[in-house]
T-cell receptor, first 112, second 114 residues
Framework: EDQVTQSPEALRLQEGESSSLNCSYT??????LFWYRQDPGKGPEFLFT???AGEEKEKERLKATLTKKESFLHITAPKPEDSATYLC?????????????FGGGTRVLVKP | EAGVAQSPRYKIIEKRQSVAFWCNPI?????LYWYQQILGQGPKLLIQ????????DSQLPKDRFSAERLKGVDSTLKIQPAKLEDSAVYLC????????????FGDGTRLSIL
């Protein structure tokens, strides 16, 4: 069974304190790994798609990387507005259509 | 570009009652998804439509949940009768269905069962 595990569950950072979130996966036939940001009371907002080991994507203070077993979301010099829940999801080759399997998310709080 | 629209935003019902949610996807998106997100967890796919046909409903509790997408645009998700464990946020998402295009989500309907 495909599994996606995110750690830590929660992360408290001081403004400017860089850190990394982990998304480990056990799937067969990865077709894509997706990162989303979710604010309270809102739906997930798409950030990145990664397709193969060694790939990296960047957006402002966020950088996502991918290996054969896990992905990291690095937050560099975070600001309070980066506070949110970050979700990762995988799409696998055997899944019907474009089904995504999500992890449980990491809740990030950045204090000024 | 207008995003995915969902209504209502909030709904409170008693157990054994019925409830329906509505979703209007991004214009031109052929694929529509309904997810259930329980507090503190990631979204879980309930059903996926490609145009007006069902692609995957393997995790839909079919004894109480039903969904339709008439004319391949708007969709409704219904629960009848509701149970306490159905308390969750119900998210609708859409995508173009081409290759690995990302899914875009609405803000969901928060359902509370008393």
């Amino acid at each position: 069974e495909d599994q996606v595990t995110q750690s830590p569950e929660a992360l408290r950072l001081q403004e400017g304190e860089s850190s990394s979130l982990n998304c480990s996966y056990t799937v067969s036939g990865l077709r894509g790994l997706f990162w989303y940001r979710q604010d309270p009371g809102k739906g997930p907002e798409f950030l990145f798609t990664l397709y193969s080991a060694g790939e990296e994507k960047e957006k402002e203070r966020l950088k996502a990387t991918l290996t054969k077993k896990e992905s990291f979301l690095h937050i560099t010099a975070p600001k309070p507005e980066d506070s949110a829940t970050y979700l990762c999801a995988v799409r696998v080759s055997k899944a019907a259509g474009n089904k995504l399997t999500f992890g449980g998310g990491t809740r990030v709080l950045v204090k000024p | 570009e207008a995003g995915v629209a969902q209504s209502p935003r909030y709904k409170i019902i008693e157990k054994r009652q019925s409830v329906a949610f509505w979703c209007n996807p991004i214009s031109g998106h052929a694929t529509l998804y309904w997810y259930q997100q329980i507090l503190g967890q990631g979204p879980k796919l309930l059903i996926q439509f490609q145009n007006n046909g069902v692609v995957d409903d393997s995790q839909l509790p079919k004894d109480r949940f039903s969904a339709e997408r008439l004319k391949g645009v708007d969709s409704t998700l219904k629960i009848q009768p509701a149970k306490l464990e159905d308390s969750a946020v119900y998210l609708c998402a859409s995508s173009s269905g081409q290759g690995n295009q990302p899914q875009h989500f609405g803000d969901g309907t928060r359902l509370s069962i008393l």
